[in-house]
């Protein structure tokens, strides 16, 4: 009896306080506004999306509902959406992943060996043989060994699976390894990182969101969008003042330019982040 009158106590006096709660954040306005959120949020410029990105969404939908215009579609460049402008998927890969998800199609003849093999060894490294099991944090070890052995017969250096960390895309990748080099240090502790000019936007958009450094080296575009040293010199020395210089990004073949580095050039960045001591992000 006690225990029960215990508890209803207990009930009345946390709803008191829930609803004490509630009304002093009613009178204090709403806790998350765009004054009130992360201003290194805010400082986020995003070049692939934004008002243009928008307008192409609102014709689209314009288009769809009947909208006379001179022209029937809105090829979207913004990105490398190539499945979206009419790109066919690689059929082994399509076949793989659909027995993956229903692994009662192994049984269907109507798929080839190859992808049934495939797909099978990647099942069994799932717990359950299910794709819906919870992988290890650094992804199937089956695919971590595949890319390793990859690696390794592309460059005739050994690579090991255990240092190999997948992600959902690369731009997950990306933000993973720039949230390992950024420190909360003000001032010239700053974390500076190095990245090329014109680059894919989220670098600076990272960066940003981060509050760290953007350390930019522009390419030069009369030599084809060339890396050179010189120019790295300059931009990591002009940068000092400002920021502790960590890391250096090296996107190759660029993006958005195309262009691709030569050995001279990919010898030169890694003798010039030695001599700096900077972390090399090989973005291929």
Sequence with gaps: MLRSVDRSLMLSTKYLCRTKMVDTTSRRGKVLTIDTMNPHVKNIEYAVRGPIVTRAGEIEKELNQGAK????????????????????????????????????????????DDAKQRADRILGSCGGRSLGAYSDSAGLSVVREDAAKYISERDGIPADANNIFLSTGASEAIRNVLKLLMTSLPGQDRTGVMIPIPQYPLYTATIAEYNAYPIGYYLNEEDNWALNLNELKRAVSEARPHCKPRAICIINPGNPT???????????????????????????
């Design 69 to 112: 215009r001179n022209f029937a579609d809105v090829i979207r460049a913004n990105i490398g959406d190539c499945h979206a402008t009419g790109q066919e998927p690689l059929t082994f890969l399509r076949q793989v992943i659909a027995l993956c998800v229903y692994p009662k199609l192994l049984k269907d003849p109507n798929f080839p």
């Design 258 to 284: 195309g262009q691709v580095l030569t050995r001279k050039n990919i010898e030169d960045v890694i003798k010039f982040a030695k001599d700096e001591n900077l972390f090399i992000m090989a973005d291929e």
